[in-house]
């Protein structure tokens, strides 16, 4: 169920399926940054403003960042609350909070993400103050801070190469947009790393960013890179990741890098 207050937040109710977990019956990151953008989508649609409504004028819905601090993974079955509302903003990007609570009352996670609506006549994101007037946003107090810090710092603080990466793109990979969905990136980076690492650890935060989008029969890579020599010894280890598309030329274009911190599983899951 979905639907829109008079405060102008809107609230997603979910219940988990066996999918949205996974080996240890815990919550996927995947299934938490999906909830974002099904919050965001279903928003956007009920106001008038949808990817299809926008598709219908020439134009269409990117996210460019997204900044997740996980706080608790759940266990299946449970039933989720999600609240979203959009933030001012003065530029060209649309900021927008997300959040989740269990049934329990738990807190599951807060996000920080940064939209943006490109005209595909002209390649360019149409201004801000064009999607709020749609989407509304709540009194100014109640909209929290949306400002997010810079990425170049934590790349820094990531040193040593951890993996490389391989993905293959698939049919499914690809969204409406007919390029490769964002959550896609998200999934390729977690298959890049040990089954000893994702046992031992799970995020407990992600910061994205989206800078180019790719197609489904682009040549990727994936590297990833850490902050200590000796990963399985830390509590609380960073790791970084960069996606390149290989160009015809021998080049490579980075269109996608994120910084995330881990924590044991057994601290932050049911």
Avoid at 44 to 65: E, H, M, P, S
């Amino acid at each position: 169920m979905f639907t829109i207050r008079e405060d102008n937040k809107a609230e997603l109710s979910y219940s988990l399926t066996c999918s949205d977990v996974d080996a240890h019956s815990h919550t996927r990151l995947s299934t938490y940054e999906s909830l974002v953008q099904e919050a965001a989508g279903l928003h956007a649609t009920k106001r008038g403003i949808g990817i299809y409504d926008l598709q219908k004028v020439n134009r269409t819905w990117v996210i460019a960042r997204s900044r997740m601090v996980i706080h608790h993974y759940s266990l299946w079955p449970q039933d989720l609350a999600v609240t979203t509302w959009a933030q001012d903003s003065g530029g060209f990007n649309c900021p927008r909070h997300v959040e989740a609570a269990d049934s329990n009352g738990t807190k599951l996670f807060d996000c920080e993400t940064k939209w943006a609506i490109i005209d595909f006549s002209t390649g360019r994101p149409v201004k801000a103050s064009t999607i709020l007037e749609a989407l509304k946003t709540p009194a100014k107090e109640e909209q929290g801070e949306s400002k997010l810090p810079s990425l170049v710092e934590e790349d820094a603080r990531c040193g040593t190469m951890l993996a490389r990466y391989t993905p293959q793109i698939r049919y499914l990979d690809t969204d409406l947009n007919r390029h490769v969905n964002n959550l896609t990136y998200i999934n390729w980076c977690l298959e890049a790393l040990s089954d000893e690492i994702r046992d031992e650890y799970k995020v407990s935060l992600v910061d994205a960013h989206w800078i180019k989008q790719c197609y489904r029969h682009d040549s990727l890579s994936i590297e990833a890179r850490t902050s200590t020599s000796s990963l399985m010894e830390e509590e609380k280890p960073e790791i970084w990741f960069d996606i390149f598309r290989n160009e015809e030329d021998g080049s490579r274009t980075r269109v996608f890098e994120a910084f995330t911190e881990w924590t044991r599983r057994k601290l932050i899951c049911d």
